[in-house]
């Protein structure tokens, strides 16, 4: 029989339904328990019951019991639950390298909120065009249109300040925390560093993502979420583009005016 998990613990809260504390029996909990999903300040050790592949400072692993991508299977050892999003998916081991693993969540990290922000830009323009706030506008188009400088100009200032941001990222990434630009304040207590998470007055000034850990990382689980569904759009925004030569809305509309024949079988049939 498993051993209950803490009650401070992620794992009471996760996507599995709650269970009344009189079916758990569990004991009541202790210091060391409620010190096993305390943050954990990197370089200072292991944490208690935490595997060595373990890359979140939020929480301790997930039971066996957690939620996976698919019923009844097993997820891999590396796939701990400690990472945002973990469902254990990782049919062909590309994460059963530490120093891999760690770089692949901060990889789809990073796509998944470049996605979020490339579909946000996508579908808003196309809406204030239906709506007659802008001229014609197609984001498959959108580099030949002309504006403020010339294109050379603004691929020079663009290479600039994103070599300048993923410089810098790049560093967080190999000693987190030394690139911090955190204001210090002799009242107020900097967020222990956390790489892709900086956290902070610049970047979370409602003070969302620090605190107990349930929340912390429901909040990471839904961003890690709605960022792959971003990725999965843009791809269908693309294939769209390409087939159709329509943007997402005008391929939404003609779909919903005519499903039987304006869907993506008629797309590959018709080319």
Known sequence: MATPLPTGSFAACSLQPRIPALQLHAPKPNAAAAAACAPVRRGSGHRAGATKSSLSTVCEPLGPDRPVWFPGTAPPPWLDGSLPGDFGFDP????????????????????SRWAMVAVAGILIPDTLQK????????????GEREYFADPLTLFVVQMAL????????????????SVDIEPRFPNRKNPTPDVGYPGGLWFDWGNWGRGSPEPV?????????????AMLAFVGFWFQAVYTGQGPLDNLFAHLADPGHCNIFSAFTSH
């Open 92 to 111: 062909l081991g590309l994460g059963s390298e530490p120093e891999s693993l760690r770089w692949f969540a901060q990889a789809e990290l990073m796509h």
């Open 131 to 142: 709506w007659g706030f802008m001229e014609e506008f197609n984001w498959f188009t959108a």
């Open 162 to 177: 994103m070599g300048w941001a993923e410089g810098r990222r790049w560093m967080d990434y190999l000693n987190p925390g």
């Open 217 to 229: 990382m429901v909040l990471r689980t839904k961003e890690i979420k709605n960022g792959r569904l």
